[in-house]
Each structure stands twice: as structure tokens, then as C-alpha cells.
């Protein structure tokens, strides 16, 4: 049996080869939009993807199963279980139950309904019948993790689904307790690692067994139905915007790209009457770079770690141009243009040179010291997560998470210049430009956020009551 772990560091995500080399055949399961990766690999190891799969109708990326179906001709087979209203609603060859079988040689596949985290969701349960008669493996998707379950919450937080979350909860509580009873040394193939918002405190370890996850899961762990389905909707980070939009191309069917979109570079002269009329241009350049220069009214989202993220959040599926370094365009432009794909921003509008970007315009950076000494006149707004907010904050700030800044930002006092604050410095300088962007004048970043704050001994409250912009 051949087992290859596919992982994409800017979503946290892990799709799986799994090929019996004897039969030259092989399955995907969970493949992104980045098709050709699979493809390269079945060629070097001497396979053919004949079945393509997934766990659930994924919420964090275009699925690419059926991009890959289409370019290998392997048989795209898809879960059929969850209600009437939750299902793919376009053509695959074969539609899979509770109790269905996908063969590859000697190896099989048995389908298992495990629904709670969507509905529809199903975990797979590899045997390699030419050693074994038992699984050595499930492919668990998005319903464990090491170290945590899949939250319940999605559909009604960013599907909009009314009513989902607590009948979520409680039947992730009974498909645990009807997985549990599979063998201990079984090992566990989950879907996301650690930076994923598809759960609240899953571990960067690779993969697991059911033993281990049963001794040390806090969800094996808990004594009461009831109690699991307080601790598991308790702190579950703020489902990214993109999330509602990714489950309506996955379930509907997305797009055949074929390949990526590679955007034209554009004459400088075209940025100010772009930005004239208020058009989204992205500078990608460092916060430090942009902070010491840049045109008003563009956004700053750096291409780093987070970049997909935070595009996601803020950026939307229509025209939208990007800031880059021309020095490194080649690569770095084929590399934006894989990140965007991955979320569902196929097409981009067209790139400028950083060189034309570097304007009058600056974000004034304060420091711990001068903050705390001038809290009286300034508003503070804090645009970490809510439960990096519960477990510490600056008293008398407003609470505006990052990805909600946009919408609430009208209702921002604004009679005192406002310092944007993070946990580091980081999603903060995001803000900022943010702000500035939607006109709203005298914006600084504290430099260091919150971490230089604790770090300098400076009064911090707790408790999860707090000060907010409403909602617009």
C-alpha cells in the first residue's frame, strides 16, 4: 500500500493518496484546487487515480475533486448522507452510503457516516487486504483531529443555517461514541492540523491512533452529552467570511480552471483613477514597507503565512488588483494566483509594480510606553479573536475582530484618534489600512500589540465582557 500525506500550509490542510502498487491504481481523498500535485505523484510512484473522494462539503477551500476527476477520468464518488437539503447538487458518478466499499486493488475503503461536524460527513476506513483483514487507518476528515473534534457550529455561524448547532453538537457526541468502539491501534488521518479554523485547539501532530486520541481527546473524555455540547460550541474561533461562500461553490459544484489565472501587469498611471473610485487594490507588501509608505486607499494584506486568510475575509470574488515587487513577480505572481484559487478568488484583476506603490501616506506606529500614558485620548480597538479578548485586554478598549473591522467601522467613535491593537502587531497593521481605506483619519498601530503590553507590565483585564462596535 502506498500513502501519501498532501499538506497546504495556508489553510492547514491535509488531502491523501492512498495507491496499491500491485494494481497501479490509487484514490484521493479531500483534494484541493491544486490538482497537478496529485497527478505528479500518481505518475512518479507508477499509478493511475482511479477514485477521487471526499470527507464532507468542505467550508475553507474549493474542493478540486471534481477538477481532478475530470483531468485523470477516475470515478468522482461523493457522500449521499445528511438531509435532503445539505447534499452536492452536481453530476459525480457515484453517490456513497453508510456501508458502501471504494476498491483499489487490494486495498479497500469502508464508508462510515459520521456526521456532527456537516451533516453529510463520512470517514473512510482503509484496510490493506494484502497484509491485513482489519483497518489500519481512517481518513477522518473534519470529524477528528489530534487533539480535537470538528466544530458543529459551521452551518448555522457561516452557512447560515438556523437551528444547526446544538442538534450539531449532539450528533457529534453520538458519532464518537459509535467510533470509538473501532480498534484502538486504529491510526487517525485527519483533515486540518493546527492553524485551522475548522476546529479550536488542533494539534500540529500529523497523525494519531484511536487509543491515544481516546486517552488524551478532550471529546473522548467527557462524561455528559450535555456537557460535551457546551465545551465543544464554547470558544470556536469567528468562521471566516469566505466560509459561506465556499460552501455554496462546493456544494453546487465549482469551477473546472483547468489552470491558474495569471493577471496582466498593468501601467502605473491606471492606479489613481482605481482608487479614485474606491476599486480594491492590495498592497502585498511587508506591514513594515507599507507602514513607511504607501498610496491612500489601498489594503494592506502582506503575502505571508496568513495572506489567504485575511483574503478571504476581506477580499471579495469580483475585481480586486494586487500591489507586488516587479523583482520577484515571476514567481511570486504564480504563487498569489495558487493562494487566491484556493479560496475561490480565481481571477485577478491585474498587478501593479511595488514601485508605484510607495506613496506619501504612512501608519504611525506607537509604542507601549506612550500608549499607556495617553489611554485617556485615544480609543483603543482590539481586533483579536473573542477568546484572545476573554483572556486579557487593555481596559476601556472596543472589541472589533479583524475579520467584522469593515462592516462595524461606521459605528467607531471617532472624536479621538484610535490605536488598532493585536496580539503581535500583526493583524493590526491589517486593520489600520483597513480603516484608512473606509476614510477614517489619525489611525497609529501599537507596535507589538498585546504581547509587548504584558511584556511591559501594563494593567490588563479579563473576562469575556466587553465593549463593542455594533454590528452593522
Known sequence: MFVKRFFEPSLAQASYMIGCQSAGEAVVID???????YIAVAADEGLRITH???????????SGSRELAQKTGASLELSDQ??????????????????????IGNITLDVRHTPGHTPEHITFLVTDGAAADRPIAAVTGDFVFVGDVGRPDLLERAANIKGTMEAGARTLWKSLHAFA??????QIWPGHGAGSACGKGISAIPSSTLGYEKRFNWAFNVKSEDDFVTKVLAGQPEP?????????INKEGPAVLGQFHMPSRLDAGQLPGLLARQALVIDTRPAAEYAAGHLPGTLNIPFNSSFVTWAGWLVPAEEFYLIIDAATAGARLGELARSLALIGLDRISGYFDAAAATGTATVRQIGTSELGERLKDVTVVDV????????????????????YLAERAAALPRE?????????????????????????ANVMNLSGGMSAWVAAGLPV???????????A
Open 31 to 37: 483534494a484541493n484546487r491544486d490538482v497537478d500535485q
Open 384 to 403: 483579536r479573536s473573542e477568546s484572545e479578548w476573554a483572556s486579557g485586554h487593555i481596559g476601556g478598549a472596543v472589541h472589533v475582530p479583524l475579520g
Open 52 to 62: 477521487v473522494t471526499e470527507t464532507h462539503i468542505h467550508a475553507d477551500y474549493v
Open 181 to 186: 468502539a473501532q480498534d484502538d491501534w486504529l
Open 461 to 471: 483585564e479579563e473576562g469575556a465582557h466587553e465593549q463593542q462596535a455594533t454590528r
Open 82 to 103: 445528511g438531509d435532503r437539503d445539505w447534499k452536492y447538487q452536481f453530476p459525480h458518478a457515484r453517490t456513497l452510503k453508510h456501508g458502501d466499499r471504494i476498491t
Open 416 to 440: 479621538r484618534p484610535i490605536v488598532v491593537q493585536c496580539q503581535s502587531g500583526a493583524r493590526s497593521s491589517i486593520a489600520a489600512s483597513v480603516l484608512e481605506r473606509l476614510g477614517v
Open 240 to 248: 471566516p467570511a469566505y466560509f459561506a461562500r465556499m460552501k455554496r
